[in-house]
């Protein structure tokens, strides 16, 4: 039987806790079933705390408090219910944390991290150099952070060494179908996908993106080069066009717009047109064609190959899934 300890810190979002300890012992009854031992012993650890009161009407009764000597085979870091400006806070209230998990780490323990927990693990420096996931809108800040790591933000799950990762919100959940798929068989995992409404094998989560802008840089010139996508995305604007904008050579502009942004000026021009076209689909417009031309494209085959590359999806599978109906 494998212990698993689920962290439980004061600003842990509670159902992603719930959730979790929900699926795994929903795998232990489905292996208990086929008249197997349990392959799980479920806990919660607090970090400071065996109580701890979250900043709303719950609260987590924990086992054990990592100041306690016990030994653990998986650790599972839950996502953050906290917004972007608070996480460097959050990140030094729970220092010991920290380093708890590489300890573990060290001690041949498997480490989860879900969606946002992978600022946790990122901290650890246990990522260094090998791909990882998290929350699509969290991305863009840890590259920033935390450089050496191989941010994969179309990802669902990574796995690499002992480590697992997992995407945004729900989707953290294929994460854990994933593990349970290697700890008691596929067939388990596809039951519980099944019970729960899970999108078994999901492997993308780009189709829950929504693209912000990339605006966490410092370089005042490319700042004033996505403005001027921004405002003249519809029109068919050139590389040389932007460049001269702000008075930069092309191949200088590009160098910097990638640095800045992590794409090139015309990766980000596509995914300002497919947001755009995402935005009217959302709103209840239907015709993909016209929707095509409104965002600067001519040929609907090279809108639908970008859109698809971008979202994982096609226009019409997006407009068919988001669009807004009238209830009558």
């Avoid at 000597?69 to 460097?88: C, H, K, L, N, S």
Wanted: net charge neutral; proline share 3%; aromatic share 10%.
């Amino acid at each position: 039987m494998k212990h698993i300890s689920i962290i439980i810190y004061e600003e842990v979002l509670p159902t992603a806790v719930s959730t979790t300890a929900a699926l795994l012992a929903s795998a232990n009854e489905a292996v208990v079933r086929k008249g197997l031992p349990a392959p799980f012993r479920i806990e919660l650890v607090g970090v400071r705390l065996k109580t701890v009161q979250l900043n709303m009407p719950i609260r987590f009764d924990c086992s054990k408090t990592l100041a306690d000597e016990f030994d653990t085979d998986i650790v599972i870091i839950p996502p953050m219910g906290t917004d972007p400006a608070g996480i460097d806070s959050l990140l030094s209230k729970n220092r010991e944390l920290i380093g708890w998990v590489k300890d573990k780490y060290d001690k041949e323990a498997e480490i989860i991290s879900l969606c946002t927990g992978t600022y946790f693990l990122a901290e650890c420096g246990l990522l260094n150099g090998m791909p990882a996931t998290s929350h699509w809108g969290a991305i863009e800040d840890l590259q920033q952070r935390y450089p050496l790591i191989d941010f994969k933000a179309e990802h669902v799950v990574t796995h690499s060494k002992a480590i697992i990762t997992g995407g945004g919100g729900f989707s953290a959940l294929n994460a854990l179908l994933y593990f349970i798929e290697t700890h008691c068989g596929k067939d388990i995992a596809v039951e519980l996908s099944k019970y729960y409404a899970l999108d078994y094998g999901r492997t993308s989560q780009n189709i829950f993106t929504i693209f912000s802008g990339r605006r966490q840089h410092n370089d005042d010139d490319i700042h004033k080069a996505q403005s001027y996508i921004e405002k003249k995305f519809e029109s068919d604007i050139s590389v040389e066009q932007i460049a001269r904008e702000v008075n930069m050579s092309k191949r200088n502009f590009i160098r910097r717009f990638k640095s800045a942004t992590s794409l090139s000026p015309i990766e980000f021009i596509q995914r300002i047109k497919v947001e755009a076209a995402k935005k009217a689909f959302e709103s209840g417009e239907t015709n993909i064609a016209a929707i095509t031309y409104s965002v600067g494209y001519n040929d609907l085959k090279t809108f639908r190959t970008v859109f698809k590359r971008i979202t994982g999806s096609t226009p019409v599978e997006y407009r068919n899934k988001y669009r807004t109906r009238t209830v009558a």
